[in-house]
Nanobody
């Protein structure tokens, strides 16, 4: 079991968009629900969204209607499309199984929303 690797973060202005990516081992990607999480400075890590291997999704109320989670089963990759970003979306974003497994926490990718 190795940490997952997230990418795609960056600095964006309020109202902007980013797409995050996470490549996962086939051994977990094809079996488990995949989730996105985030941790803002001084706060606990929180769940953002998940997608089942059948494509069903769910979102935290704070991102519903703005974020879209998707997966590419051929590439074992899960994505998080983030639109209409707000300063309060600033955080380190992580992917993991849903619910998460401690050994899969990676370094995350920093998303900063600021003008």
């Amino acid at each position: 079991q190795v940490p997952l690797v997230e990418s795609g973060g960056g600095l964006v202005q309020p109202g902007g968009s980013l797409r995050l990516s996470c490549a996962a081992p086939r051994s977990i990607f094809s079996i488990y629900v995949m989730g996105w999480y985030r941790q803002a400075p001084g706060k606990q890590r929180e769940w953002v969204a998940y997608i089942t291997n059948g494509g069903s999704t769910d979102y935290a109320d704070s991102v519903k209607g703005r974020f879209t989670v998707s997966r590419d089963n051929a590439e074992n990759t899960v994505y998080l499309q983030m639109n209409s970003l707000k300063p309060e979306d600033t955080a380190v974003y992580y992917c993991n199984q849903y619910p998460p497994l401690s050994t899969y926490w990676g370094q995350g990718t920093q998303v900063t929303v600021s003008s």
